[in-house]
Each structure stands twice: as C-alpha cells, then as structure tokens.
C-alpha cells in the first residue's frame, strides 16, 4: 500500500462528515419553518365577550374571562378590540368545571386533604365579516391542584384563579397553534 492510499484512507471519515454537513445544510434552506402564530394573516384583532356559564359553579366566568383576556394580551399574537373594530370573536362556553380529591392525610383513606379543581370550556373563534370558523375545540381544560385550609369554598376561591389562567393559556395556545 502506498502512502497516498493510507492518507487517502485516513481522510475517508473527515470527507464523509463534511459531505454529510453539506447535504444537511443545503436540505435546511429547502425547509420552511413557520415560527410563531399559524392563523390566518388577516387575523390581527380579537372581541371577547364574557364566557357563558354553564355550570353549576357560580361566577366562574368572571374569572375566566379576565384569564382568557390576560393571556390574549400576554402572548401578543393577537390585540384585543372592541367588538366593532376586530377582525374576530371569540366565544367561549364553559361546560364542566370538577373538584377531584388528589391527595389524603397520612394514615386516612377517607380524609382528602388536595384537590384538584378543572375548569372545562369549548371556544370557537370566527372572522367578524363573514362568521367564518377560523378555530375551534369542543374541549380545553385548566386545571390546579389545591390544598383543602379551612372551609372549601375558601380553598376553592383561591385556587380558581390558577384554575383559570391554566385555562387561559390552553385557549390561546389552542388558537395561535390551530391547525385546521
């Protein structure tokens, strides 16, 4: 064997490597990659009216709604408006909300001591000029997990806005990622 075909062979696994990181690079301008929201260009405003409650939780969607609101402004894909100047609506019905207990105190099988409070809501998001649907889902959940102080209706007033703002963030991330 000749001292060209040994340097030829030693050279062989860089060679390779480079052609491999070529091809890669050149395959990657090919791809196009989307970052950030998959709706529709035209989509820039939003109108939220209060959610519609349908459970049997009072008030709930006074604090879902401000949730929904407070992550619309916060990811900023979408500005909000008045009704009369949005590109869209976005309806949001909330059709479950649940307590699960989660955790019990030591050495008890029968006394819960946590929680598990689950808000569950339907939206659809459709273009003011022709009500066409832009995105929907049937089912989102937020959820928090809560410790049982005191009385539940105190413990539940303070873990329904963690609740919500889960909530919140599922329905916007829903809307900005939907792919129809």
Not at 113 to 138: C, G, H, K, P, W
Not at 139 to 160: C, N
């Amino acid at each position: 064997m000749t001292d060209r075909t040994a340097t030829a062979r030693r050279f062989r696994p860089f060679a390779a490597c480079a052609l491999a990181a070529a091809l890669l690079v050149a395959a990657a301008g090919c791809i196009r990659y989307q970052l950030g929201s998959l709706l529709p260009s035209d989509i820039r405003t939003v109108y939220m009216p209060t959610c519609v409650n349908e459970t049997s939780e009072p008030l709930i969607e006074i604090d879902a709604t401000r949730a929904i609101l407070s992550q619309i402004q916060m990811d900023g894909t979408l500005r909000l408006a008045s009704e009369e100047d949005a590109d869209t609506v976005l309806d949001v019905k909330l059709t479950d909300f649940d307590l699960d207990p989660v955790g019990y105190v030591s050495g008890s099988s029968s006394t819960v001591n946590q929680y598990r409070m689950r808000i569950t809501a339907s939206f659809v998001l459709y273009r003011q000029s022709d009500n066409s649907v832009v995105a929907e889902s049937t089912s989102v959940v937020g959820w928090h997990d809560f410790d049982f102080t005191g009385d539940l209706t105190s413990s539940k007033a303070v873990a329904l806005r963690p609740a919500a703002e889960d909530l919140g963030r599922r329905i916007v991330s829903a809307i900005v990622q939907y792919w129809p």
